[in-house]
């Protein structure tokens, strides 16, 4: 028992140092609810007020936060088909001139390709046709079963002015674990 003790306080503050190294200021895994949602955004409100963050900062960092969040609520699978939650991880990460916004979730492998493809497209569009996309998807309505047309996707790319960074890791034939990272200038 003593040595499990010993094994878990070794991983804690093995943890402890990778978040202060990375500047890592939030941490969560787990089911995203709306009221988890709204803790995250304000813990990360209270974060930005103390570092004295910009306003258009905070605003940037707040929404698209919200976005990623509501991107795990909405479209997460599970690991099996038992499970029903959609959970996630969330990290928040103060660099030295940008914030970080790292998501992680399961999907099926049957969506990866679709959502490659959707985020390839957002890449390689500039500002203006990022607002043309996102006016067509709107216009023309095309929603998803989940409830979205790539407008998360659109609106994060649109709010923090720089690519999405995202990378697929196959656990089984069946899921993948997605991770995104939105990364939002701090000057």
């Known amino acids: 028992m003593e040595k499990e003790k010993q094994?878990?306080?070794d991983f804690a503050y093995q943890l402890y140092k990778t978040m202060k190294t990375n500047?890592?200021?939030?941490?969560?895994e787990g089911e995203v609810t709306q009221e988890i949602t709204k803790t995250f955004t304000s813990l990360t409100e209270k974060s930005l007020t103390k570092n004295a963050e910009s306003n258009t900062v905070q605003k940037k960092v707040f929404n698209v936060m919200v976005e990623c969040l509501q991107n795990i609520s909405k479209h997460?699978?599970?690991l099996s088909d038992e499970e029903e939650e959609r959970r996630g991880i969330v990290m928040?990460?103060?660099g030295e001139d940008s914030y970080s916004i790292i998501t992680g979730n399961i999907i099926k492998n049957e969506r990866v390709p679709g959502l490659k493809e959707t985020l390839e497209h957002i890449n390689?569009?500039?500002?203006e046709g990022l607002s043309d996309l996102y006016k067509k998807q709107i216009k023309e309505s095309t929603i998803s079963e989940k409830g979205g047309a790539g407008l998360g996707l659109i609106d994060i790319a649109k709010k923090t002015g720089s690519k999405l960074t995202y990378q697929f890791k196959e656990l089984n034939d069946q899921v993948s674990f997605f991770i995104l990272t939105s990364t939002i200038k701090r000057i």
């Open 7 to 9: 094994g878990f306080l």
């Open 23 to 28: 500047e890592i200021n939030l941490v969560y």
């Open 76 to 78: 997460a699978d599970s």
């Open 92 to 94: 928040v990460s103060k």
């Open 124 to 127: 390689s569009l500039d500002k």
